[in-house]
């Protein structure tokens, strides 16, 4: 168990990186608590993938450095760093058992026989795989496989961190969801520092405490899913979260007041903007747009049916504002007006909240 | 133009991979797939294409039987889960190709490729290979190159799965337009409840190698006639429980006593089992009358929006699954809200007896 | 409709059908033919039943080459295969190195056969070959034309040079298909070079070893051409293999019966050999 801090963490595939773009990781500053669990969100080529790499020591970062509780890793191989990782597609040692699988990383470190015996019992209960302990692995179901990777990493008793790299790409719906809640439990029974890589915004939202949202390399907003969702600090992460993405609007600033299209919005607080000629934008989700008597006339374009709510396309002149309706609303036909949450509306200057 | 299987059915050795089936698939339509993997999806749309033959059955395509003719003399398309394009050809080849092989006039060609690649995006993309294209972008050259063909018969086999979450919104959001202004009928494959919803159209949901029901996707969703296709339309999993109706109440398990639904009044007393969809348990307001549950927390997902808990009542999981942040401490006891009236009720044999819009 | 798809298609495959029977049917009927009848020349035949197949079956001789060739291609299976496996296994996975360390492994493969004979047989002759002379330089007593065991010598170390490397680049292909993460999961779980090899490696090589063995088992059971070249099959009969016994008696003797019979009985042997193997490496394999 380790917390984990990344000073000036920079890092390039270029020997010699000249411009801002050969920056796989742009510099980053973060510390993780020891017992954590985080995820690395973004699109793929975000740097995410890099970042877990720099951490688990596959790769050596070009600048900065990385500790583990008061102790520099920078340099360290990942087996000096005691770290545990699971992949996008399981890796399982086809020849062996799952019993033998399970007691592979305690085997190459030495542990006596009967502490062995005993963590891979333990920990095979956990994730339900008690009753196949004697099959041979390459026979699993892919969820099974990953499990394998899995048990593999939260074995050990002297792992530092636990790393997952897009853990459920290759498991079906129904069971990703099995797992997916499976992960959360084995967090709060074993404790460990955990990070988990992903694109998927679902699984990075439910499994962290802290969320890294990613794009070209840098950090776009750390946060806990609640800020990230209620209050993002740019208008990528409020579309890249949540879906659908959150509405982001044109609008203008007169007299204090936030204009969209021509119609003043009440409410709205605008924070210590300061006009400096810059784009600006207003960004609602779609949780927090209602059909109300008076408002933005707005035209009903399309209804998708999500089953508990439905997803609303209306328009306004030019512009598309989605919406959810809780299932059993009714949706008006004609002559509709729309209202956002005036404490739920973020103004962005450049893509960045204006506070 | 229709698609008919008639009793189709397909045996590989002893192992039989899709049971009797008749299905119709009407020109213009969006046609789901939905099932978990080796549910059948693949090996319906392979015996669709023509790349399989029926172990028993035929294949009627515009009132002609098509059972034993080739996948080259029919007029379809399909797109895979892999973005399959060819690597040593530009973009603007790999739509063109299939126009090529039916030897359509070279103008013909261009019109048709500056089309589809202008309805997909891929306009600024044209002279590349699909080698130097994001993922998204492969997949919708593939897609482009489907649609070029102007078939009557469109396959996409899980065209989304490879795809980053976002790519996939996008995605999702633009087929069915692609589709909208033709004749051609489209069958798509799934694993995931969420991308059949929002395409509507009809669906089919698969167990097992057998179609459990085919109709349009919300009546399939809010009207599930067995117990089967109510697990597979669903995401995350139907709460499942066995109940005893016994007058005005349903008793859940060996204490739990809930008012009988308005739809379920009707029914015979006995054992039934009941399914409720996650968001229909939702944290407990404290109004009086309405059905309760109570239950250890196992495991609670705060996604910053919604609040799906994980909670245990007499050794059965159930989950919930509501609209906004919600606290929950994990091992405490909460009591939890359930929605009766939108529950359906199922006999022991599996059939829908009551419920469902 | 199908129907007429079909019957085009065996247009297509005739000219194959065809080529087939040319260069395998008609030729292994011929040799049947022979096996079964006796000839004295000018093309008259008559029937012998099983003759030539006992006489086969319990000649010393035949036994004797038999023995030689299993003993031939067993010791090149034990060197080649590891041999094989360790060189590929420390060839670089990429930098320029690669195509260096590649072409220089495919050189010899690209060699003929009858040429490789040559270039071993002058590069081994005692007086002015570079490896007999050597030899001879340091000590050892070597001459090949006149030693078995320093013909045997040479005949191994011509074939372990000329083949390890179609072992090398098969294995080579089957490492460089293991994705990375197996390697990093072993990183991970503090496996050392020998676990990785063990549990990775070695499971993940399975079939193209299969193939790799069977393949030197086929050939090397087969050989002819070097050693015919290099030793003519000497000295005395310490190199003759059955393919060469089966050339003496056939074209030396012309004793077409007993050389047709042999044939037969020379290739069943590859056949069941082969099959064997597959099917033993196989059936392990779903265990």
Known sequence: ?355 | MTLELRQVSKRVGADVHIHETSLMLEPGSFNILLGTTLAGKTTLMKLMAGLDRPSTGSIWFDGQNVTGVSVQKRNLSMVYQQFINYPNLSVYENIASPLRVAGVARREIDARVQEVAELLRLTPMLKRRPSELSGGQQQRTALARALAKESSLILLDEPLANLDYKLREELRDELPKLFADRNCIVAYATTEASEALLFGGNTATLHEGRVTQFGPTSTIYRRPNTLTSARVFSDPPINVARIRKAGDEIVVGERVRWPVGRAARHLADGDYSIGIRPHHITPHRGNEGSATIEGRVLVAELSGSESVVHFDMDGQTWVSQSQGIHPFEVGSLTRLQVDVERGFIFSADGDLMAGGD | ?287
């Open chain 3, 1 to 287: 409709m199908n129907k007429v798809v079909n019957q085009r298609a065996w247009i297509f495959v005739l000219p194959v059908v065809l080529l087939v029977a040319f260069n395998a049917i008609i030729p292994l009927m011929t040799v049947v033919n022979f096996s079964v009848q006796e000839t004295f020349g000018d093309n008259v035949f008559s029937w012998a039943g099983l003759t030539w197949f006992e006489q086969v079956l319990h000649s010393e001789r035949f036994h004797a080459a038999l023995l030689r060739q299993l003993m031939f291609t067993a010791i090149i299976l034990v060197i080649e295969i590891p041999l094989g496996l360790v060189i590929a296994l420390n060839m670089p996975r990429k930098g320029p190195w690669v195509s260096v360390c590649l072409v220089l492994m495919a050189l010899p493969l690209l060699i003929p056969w009858n040429v490789v004979g040559a270039m071993w047989n002058i590069f081994a002759l005692p007086d002015i070959g570079l490896l007999g002379r050597g030899l001879n330089w340091i000590g050892f007593e070597y001459n090949y034309t006149r030693q078995p065991f320093a013909a045997w010598f040479t005949m191994v170390l011509m074939d372990v040079w000329h083949w390890t490397s179609l072992v090398v680049l098969l294995c080579y292909a089957g490492l460089m298909s293991i994705p990375d993460a197996y390697y990093q999961a072993a990183k991970v779980d503090g496996a050392r070079r020998w676990a990785v090899f063990r549990h990775i490696q070695l499971p993940k090589l399975k079939y193209v070893l299969t193939i790799a063995i069977l393949l030197r088992f086929m050939d090397s059971f087969m050989i002819y051409t070097e050693a015919i070249v290099l030793t003519g099959g000497g000295p005395g009969n310490a190199t003759t293999f059955l393919s060469i016994d089966l050339q003496k008696i056939a074209l030396g003797q012309f004793d077409l019966g007993p050389a047709g019979a042999m044939s037969i009985v020379y290739f069943l042997i590859i056949l069941l050999l082969s099959w064997l193997f597959y099917t033993l490496m196989m059936r392990s394999e779903e265990k």
């Open chain 1, 1 to 355: 168990m380790a917390r984990v801090t990344l000073q000036a963490l920079r890092h390039s595939y270029y020997p010699k990186p000249q411009s801002d773009a050969d920056w796989a990781l742009k510099r980053i500053d973060l510390e993780w608590r020891d017992g954590g669990a985080y995820a690395l969100l973004g699109p793929s080529g975000c740097g995410k993938t890099t970042l877990l790499n720099l951490i688990s020591g596959l790769l050596q970062p070009t600048e900065g450095r990385l500790l583990f509780d008061d102790r520099d890793v920078t340099k360290a191989s990942p087996e000096q760093r005691n770290i545990a990782q699971v992949f996008q597609f399981p890796v399982i040692y086809d020849t062996m058992t799952v019993y033998d699988n399970l007691a592979f990383p305690l085997r190459n470190r030495r542990v006596a026989r009967a502490e062995i015996d005993r963590r891979v019992r333990e920990i095979a209960a956990m994730l339900d795989l008690d009753h196949m302990l004697t099959k041979r692995a390459s026979g699993l179901t892919a969820d099974g496989k990953q499990k394998i990777s899995l048990g593999r990493g939260l074995v050990r008793s002297d792992v530092n961190v636990v790393m997952f790299d897009e853990p459920l790409t290759v498991i079906d719906p129904h069971l990703k969801w099995v797992l997916r809640s499976k992960l959360k439990e084995l967090h709060y029974r074993i404790n460990r520092t955990m990070i988990y890589v992903t694109h998927d915004q679902t699984e990075a939202l439910t499994f962290a405490d802290q969320v890294v949202v990613m794009k070209d390399g840098a950090v776009m907003q750390v946060g806990t899913p609640v800020e990230l969702f209620e209050r993002p600090r740019h208008t990528f992460v409020g579309h890249f979260i949540g879906s659908p993405g959150m509405n982001v609007l044109p609008c203008e600033i007169r007299n204090g007041k936030v204009v969209f299209a021509g119609l003043a919005l009440d409410g709205l607080k605008v924070g210590s903007y300061r006009d400096e000629g810059k784009r600006l934008e207003l960004g609602v989700r779609p949780e927090f747009v209602h059909f109300a008597p008076a408002g933005i006339p707005v035209q009903v374009v399309k209804v998708a049916d999500a089953g508990r709510h439905r997803i609303v396309e209306a328009r306004h002149a030019t512009h598309v504002i989605k919406l959810l309706v809780p299932e059993g609303e009714a949706i008006p036909a004609e002559g509709a007006y729309v209202r956002f949450e005036p404490d739920r509306t973020q103004v962005y200057q450049d893509g960045w909240m204006v506070t």
